[in-house]
């Protein structure tokens, strides 16, 4: 094979500022593939044009990009998409993701820092509130933090439309269950709930409803307004009813939930209200 047009890996790596561990890890992946691989040493040629291919996947990693995606956007051209269109968009998604993260981080940092200048607890009154029995319409998914507002906007939607058929007679705010930590990082089961007579009409349940007897529980519970409702501020709200319930020997008694006693639909409108609850038992009592 003439190889005057090929580029060992190690000038290949120096020229493109990848390493040669780099360079075979995106071989591997399907990311960046040499044009030539010696069958008898197994010592891999780049083209001299795929230099700008090979700046570009070191750019989109510096980035952060998933390697599928770089993989993906690499490969649009040759698919007969418009790479560079396909490469816009995708590096200001890229950048509004980052900046979203930045939110986050700048609301955790904030958060931290007010927590050791005034303690968790200073901000959050934590009582116990004793609930009545009350049976649930309810909509459950396995989300992500990223996943979650556009979850509850198409569940409650579909929520109030089934109850409106009924129409159903509601005892309650709306509230939310969670049954694990809901960030950027994990996913778990969160259920749009909305508790309604259960002597009156019943609900012709969509697919994915269900209804729920809750029975009489005993909660822990503290109430967030304004800022502090929206993500990530209001998991310090979580962490002192949490703080509370191990300090004072109960034992949690199952998923936390946080009820809208008064929601606007903006998580940081000053005149929004949430409770945020957790059921608890006497440690004594089992």
Same mark, same amino acid.
Do not use: K
């Given at each position: 094979?003439?190889?005057?047009?090929?580029?060992?890996?190690?000038?290949?790596?120096?020229?493109?500022?990848?390493?040669?561990?780099?360079?075979?890890?995106?071989?591997?992946?399907?990311?960046?593939?040499?044009?030539?691989?010696?069958?008898?040493?197994?010592?891999?040629?780049?083209?001299?044009?795929?230099?700008?291919?090979?700046?570009?996947?070191?750019?989109?990693?510096?980035?952060?990009?998933?390697?599928?995606?770089?993989?993906?956007?690499?490969?649009?051209?040759?698919?007969?998409?418009?790479?560079?269109?396909?490469?816009?968009?995708?590096?200001?998604?890229?950048?509004?993701?980052?900046?979203?993260?930045?939110?986050?981080?700048?609301?955790?940092?904030?958060?931290?820092?007010?927590?050791?200048?005034?303690?968790?607890?200073?901000?959050?009154?934590?009582?116990?509130?004793?609930?009545?029995?009350?049976?649930?319409?309810?909509?459950?998914?396995?989300?992500?933090?990223?996943?979650?507002?556009?979850?509850?906007?198409?569940?409650?939607?579909?929520?109030?439309?089934?109850?409106?058929?009924?129409?159903?007679?509601?005892?309650?705010?709306?509230?939310?269950?969670?049954?694990?930590?809901?960030?950027?990082?994990?996913?778990?089961?969160?259920?749009?709930?909305? @508790?309604?007579?259960?002597?009156?009409?019943? @609900?012709?349940?969509?697919?994915?409803?269900?209804?729920?007897?809750?029975?009489?529980?005993?909660?822990?519970?503290?109430?967030?307004?304004?800022?502090?409702?929206?993500?990530?501020?209001?998991?310090?709200?979580?962490?002192?009813?949490?703080?509370?319930?191990?300090?004072?020997?109960?034992?949690?008694?199952?998923?936390?939930?946080?009820?809208?006693?008064?929601?606007?639909?903006?998580?940081?409108?000053?005149?929004?209200?949430?409770?945020?609850?957790?059921?608890?038992?006497?440690?004594?009592?089992?």
């Amino acid at each position: 094979m003439d190889r005057t047009n090929l580029l060992p890996i190690g000038q290949f790596a120096q020229a493109s500022g990848l390493s040669v561990t780099a360079l075979r890890h995106y071989d591997a992946s399907g990311v960046l593939t040499p044009a030539f691989v010696d069958p008898d040493s197994g010592y891999r040629y780049f083209r001299r044009d795929q230099l700008r291919s090979a700046q570009l996947v070191r750019a989109l990693r510096q980035l952060d990009m998933p390697i599928e995606r770089v993989r993906a956007l690499l490969g649009s051209g040759a698919d007969g998409g418009n790479a560079d269109a396909d490469l816009a968009a995708a590096l200001h998604a890229q950048i509004e993701a980052a900046e979203r993260r930045l939110g986050v981080q700048r609301s955790v940092v904030h958060s931290l820092l007010t927590r050791l200048t005034e303690g968790v607890e200073m901000n959050h009154r934590v009582t116990l509130r004793q609930s009545t029995p009350e049976r649930v319409l309810v909509f459950g998914a396995t989300v992500n933090h990223h996943g979650l507002d556009p979850f509850l906007r198409t569940a409650y939607e579909e929520l109030y439309a089934v109850a409106g058929r009924g129409p159903l007679t509601f005892t309650g705010p709306a509230f939310v269950r969670y049954h694990g930590l809901c960030d950027e990082e994990n996913e778990t089961l969160v259920e749009a709930c909305l @508790p309604f007579w259960e002597s009156g009409a019943q @609900p012709e349940l969509g697919e994915g409803m269900s209804v729920r007897d809750d029975p009489e529980v005993t909660y822990a519970c503290t109430v967030v307004e304004g800022e502090a409702t929206a993500f990530p501020a209001i998991l310090t709200a979580y962490d002192a009813v949490a703080n509370w319930i191990a300090e004072h020997g109960f034992t949690f008694a199952g998923p936390a939930r946080s009820t809208f006693l008064r929601w606007t639909g903006t998580p940081d409108h000053p005149d929004n209200r949430v409770e945020i609850a957790w059921p608890v038992a006497d440690a004594t009592a089992e």
